[in-house]
């Protein structure tokens, strides 16, 4: 497969270079506590685009019994700056909500009647697709919450006038779910001496609310940025009791974000989770460490964790960084399991600056990376890769170009990569994560590829995980989705939102005044046994035929046994792939007793390295890991 990887610039200069994918296994980086996962692009086995356009507002989705609903409308088309806000929430009645950044009006007017969209779905039908926004003015960026105590619904977004001013927040609530009737309240407002906050991500814990935003304020009417701790434009957090209505914290730095580690704060670059008492922060940014701030008492507390260091502590774009490291793009997302870990993902990222002499305004970043990385609290070396974009075996030599601008539309900024954007949930030991990857047989007359969504899944809490499968392929050929945002409860089915477009990136609205929508917002709904054809077992269907334990010896140089536990007499299949997707092994063992049997895989020729066995017996498939020494 041929690709062209076209490097993108930041800020105001231009330059050129290109950086192909890196191939192969998990690659070292000097980090702090972790390893790199590396980059590359494996063959894919799931490309199944069924259909070639888009039929009226509702679809069929990948598998059996999904089905895709579109449920608003925008002129707005840049749902985020980087990682996904939480814009769906479901119910165990059945019922469901939906909200999105909205406008009535395009760029040729600035987008003045921005604000919060919002539909629900009331267990038969949805409500009417609109544009129209809840709030009386103008807002953006809204972060989705349900409060389980009260039976609200609270949507927070920040306020930004017609005239440049940010001005904080408004607290937003319905009083019960599915309401339109909505109440705002302004909250984290603007002081003499501070602008207020923007891009707020929230999250329910307890009698609590927890905030974490950003002074990042790019208008020209507030250009001096603020200052907390040495840092420029810094993530603050805040925290709302939600019993009496009283903000016990207001606009703080958490412990260990300061001038030694971090230069400037960013847009977005942030993502957060809360169950029971505890809660967890992850940021990150293309030029910064990720880290973890993780509380066991609602945010009252916090300790930190360097998942990821970047190499040149708070980075002023006036140090030479020739080694093009790693990173993140920005987009990450942080989950919490049952235990009260953390799952941290995000897309890489990586730059480099080899030029000091213009001042703070340009670096490079290197579009073509295929990396969501996955990170679990407690395993301080557990960094694997969770999901790519995959390449289409049937697509013999097309060309895939991921550039910063197409035609003047800017194509999503640091976030022009083959994979991006993840959005992760988990039930029990099966995680899932959701994310946009480009699809290399979708292309339009220019060459570029559109974005589709895609989900991959471990089924044993992270340790392996199975290859991703594009899930928004039946929606046609030149249709672009994005920014996928899925529910919390994916016992059953996965639940998500995100924005279709029938062009590629944003918009610029100084460029490109008469480019509007409107631009569908759509919801997706998909049984998890159609995602991985069984591969999830213990969620809808109980896996009754067979049970498999963890091979002996591992690791391992030539041979291992692969025991499996048949309650009936089957056939069993037991294949190998590698790192890369290829298969090395396959092996059918047929008629095999009821029983303990003890498989006998040879693996000889296949070189050192960790590998994926999956044993498969009638309906069933469970896939395992093991290293070969």
Not at 15 to 40: E, H, I, M, R, V
Not at 362 to 382: C, K, L, M, V
Not at 539 to 553: G, V, W
């Amino acid at each position: 497969m041929k690709k062209f990887y076209l490097l993108g610039l930041l800020a105001a200069s231009i330059a050129a270079n290109a950086q192909a994918p890196q191939t192969g296994d998990l690659g070292n980086q000097a980090k702090t506590t972790s390893k790199q996962t590396g980059d590359f692009t494996p063959a894919s086995p799931v490309i199944n685009r069924q259909a070639t356009s888009r039929v009226g507002l509702t679809g069929k989705g990948y598998g059996k019994n999904s089905t895709w609903v579109v449920v608003g409308q925008t002129e707005f088309d840049r749902p985020t700056n980087a990682s996904t806000y939480r814009r769906i929430i479901t119910y165990p009645n059945g019922k469901k909500s939906v909200i999105w950044t909205t406008s009535t009006d395009g760029p040729g007017t600035g987008y003045l009647g921005r604000g919060t969209g919002y539909n629900h779905f009331d267990g038969t039908a949805w409500g009417t697709v609109s544009k129209n926004r809840i709030e009386s003015r103008r807002t953006g960026y809204p972060n989705f919450d349900y409060d389980p105590i009260s039976g609200t619904e609270i949507i927070l977004s920040h306020k930004v006038d017609s005239d440049g001013y940010s001005g904080g927040m408004l607290f937003n609530t319905n009083g019960t779910i599915g309401s339109n009737s909505w109440t705002g309240v302004s909250a984290l407002d603007t002081t003499k001496t501070l602008p207020g906050v923007l891009w707020p991500r929230t999250a329910v814990s307890g009698d609590y609310m927890i905030v974490i935003a950003s002074y990042t304020d790019s208008s020209t009417r507030q250009p001096s940025r603020v200052r907390l701790n040495g840092v420029r434009a810094p993530q603050v957090y805040s925290r709302l009791n939600l019993r009496t209505n009283v903000w016990d914290v207001v606009n703080q730095t958490l412990p260990g974000y300061d001038s030694t580690r971090y230069y400037a704060g960013g847009g977005d670059n942030y993502a957060i989770d809360a169950k029971g008492n505890n809660v967890a922060i992850l940021m990150g940014g293309l030029t910064d460490d990720i880290a973890l701030w993780k509380s066991a008492d609602n945010g009252a507390t916090w300790t930190k964790t360097i998942i990821d260091s970047f190499p040149v502590p708070a980075f002023d774009y006036r140090q030479l960084v020739l080694d093009t490291p790693y990173s993140t793009d920005g987009a990450l997302s942080v989950t919490l399991d049952a235990t009260g870990n953390a799952h941290c993902f995000w897309s890489y990222g990586r730059m480099f600056d080899n030029d000091t002499t213009n001042g703070n305004t340009t670096y490079s970043y290197f579009p073509g990376q295929n990396t969501i990385a996955h990170w679990y609290e407690g395993r301080p070396d557990s960094l694997l890769l969770a999901g790519f974009s995959p390449e289409d075996p049937t697509d013999a030599d097309e060309v895939l170009t991921v550039g910063q601008v197409i035609d003047n539309r800017t194509r999503y900024g640091n976030l022009s990569k083959l994979a991006t954007a993840p959005s992760a949930v988990n039930s029990g030991d099966t995680i899932y994560v959701v994310y946009q990857g480009l699809t290399d047989n979708d292309l339009d007359q220019q060459g570029q590829a559109f974005y589709d969504i895609y989900v991959a899944a471990s089924v044993d809490n992270g340790l392996t995980w199975l290859a991703p499968v594009n899930i928004t392929a039946t929606m046609g050929l030149n249709e672009e989705q994005t920014f996928a945002s899925v529910a919390a409860d994916c016992r059953t089915n996965l639940h998500l939102t995100f924005m279709n477009t029938r062009n590629q990136g944003f918009y610029d609205a100084t460029n490109n005044a008469e480019k509007v929508g409107p631009y569908d917002i759509v919801y997706y709904q998909i049984p998890v046994e159609d995602i991985f054809d069984k591969n999830v077992v213990g969620l809808n269907e109980a896996n009754d035929l067979f049970s498999l334990e963890q091979n002996f010896p591992n690791p391992f140089d030539v041979n291992t046994n692969v025991p499996v536990k048949l309650n009936r007499s089957s056939d069993v299949k037991i294949s190998v792939v590698n790192m890369i997707g290829q298969t090395v092994y396959s092996n059918t063992f047929a008629n095999s007793p009821a029983g303990v049997n003890n498989f006998d895989v040879n693996m000889a020729s296949a070189k050192a390295g960790i590998y994926f066995y999956t044993v498969e017996a009638g309906e069933f498939k469970v896939t395992r890991k093991f290293i070969v020494e």
